[in-house]
C-alpha cells in the first residue's frame, strides 16, 4: 500500500444529506451517469479531482456496486496529492474513514465524511478505495477526459500505482458550509472590589483581562488614566484623578446674645 492507513473514522453511509453542501467536483457532469457495466473490482482503486474551491469535504458519492449476497465494508481514504512523486503518492498521512457498500448493480451512493476534510481550491487530492479484490465495483467512464485528475489502480509489479489516462471513476464531492466561529466575550477581574483611601489622596486598582479567542481587547477608563500591557492578555491599573482637598464651607458665626438695655428706676 503506498501510504499506511491512518486511524478509522467514522463514516456514516446513505445518511441525511446536509441543506448547506455544494458540489464542487464531478464525474461526468450534467447528472450523467457511467454505464452500469462499467466497473473495476481490485483491492485498491483511486481517483485524483483538483478542489475548484476552499471549504470542508464532508461527502462523496461513489458509483458503487457489489457482487454476492454479503454487503462489503471497505476504506475510503482522501489523499493530498503529493505533486513530487512519479506516481500516485500522499503528502502526509491521509484521511481515512470505513464505509459499508451497497449490493447489486452500481448506482450513486453517498458517504458522509466525518470529521471532514479541509480542502484548498487548486490543490488535487484523491479518493482511494481500499477493500479486497472482488468485493467492491467501481463503475467508470471510458473515454472520459476530467481535466483535474484521472483514474488510478495498484498496483504494477514494482508496487507502483498505474494511471489510466481515458478513463475515471464515477465521483463527486460536495463541500459543505462551516458555521462561524463563536466570537466570546473577554473576562476582565479587578484585584480589590473596592479601594479605600483618604481624601485628597492618590487612588488606583489594578486587575488583569483576556480574551478567550485571543483577540484584541480595548480597555477604557470612565475617568482618570488607564494603563495595560498585553493586547489580548495582560494587566491594567486605573488610576482617577484626584479630587482636590476641600475644606469645609465657612459657616456665619452664631449671633451674639444680647441685653435689652436696664429701664431707668424711679424711686417713691
Request: hydrophobic share 35%; with cysteine; glycine share 8%.
Amino acid at each position: 500500500m503506498a501510504a499506511a492507513l491512518a486511524a478509522m473514522l467514522a463514516l456514516a453511509f446513505a445518511s441525511t444529506v446536509s441543506a448547506d453542501d455544494a458540489l464542487d467536483q464531478s464525474v461526468p457532469t450534467a447528472g450523467a451517469s457511467p454505464q452500469t457495466n462499467l466497473f473495476q473490482q481490485l483491492g485498491q482503486m483511486a481517483q485524483t479531482f483538483t478542489a475548484g474551491h476552499s471549504g470542508q469535504l464532508d461527502r462523496v458519492s461513489l458509483f458503487q456496486g457489489a457482487p454476492g449476497f454479503t454487503v462489503p465494508t471497505f476504506t475510503i481514504q482522501v489523499w493530498t496529492v503529493d505533486r513530487g512523486q512519479a506516481t500516485l503518492a500522499a503528502a502526509g498521512t491521509p484521511a481515512s474513514f470505513s464505509a459499508r457498500g451497497s449490493l447489486g448493480t452500481n448506482a450513486w451512493h453517498d458517504f458522509t465524511l466525518n470529521p471532514a476534510v479541509a480542502v484548498t481550491a487548486g490543490t488535487q487530492y484523491a479518493i482511494v478505495l481500499v477493500t479486497r479484490p472482488n468485493t467492491v465495483r467501481w463503475g467508470f467512464m471510458n473515454s472520459y477526459s476530467y481535466a483535474g485528475g484521472n483514474l488510478w489502480l495498484c498496483c504494477d509489479a514494482t508496487g507502483r500505482w498505474m494511471p489510466t489516462r481515458t478513463s475515471d471513476f464515477g465521483f463527486k464531492t460536495y463541500l459543505g458550509t462551516a458555521a462561524p466561529p463563536v466570537n466570546r466575550p473577554p473576562a476582565v477581574a479587578a484585584d480589590s472590589a473596592a479601594v479605600t483611601f483618604n481624601e485628597g489622596a492618590a487612588q488606583s486598582n489594578t486587575g488583569t483581562y483576556s480574551d478567550p479567542d485571543g483577540d484584541s481587547v480595548t480597555l477604557t477608563a470612565s475617568a482618570g488614566s488607564l494603563t495595560r500591557t498585553g493586547t489580548s492578555t495582560g494587566t491594567c491599573r486605573r488610576s482617577p484623578k484626584v479630587p482636590p482637598n476641600r475644606s469645609p464651607a465657612a459657616r456665619p458665626a452664631p449671633p451674639r446674645p444680647t441685653r435689652p438695655p436696664a429701664s431707668p428706676t424711679h424711686g417713691p
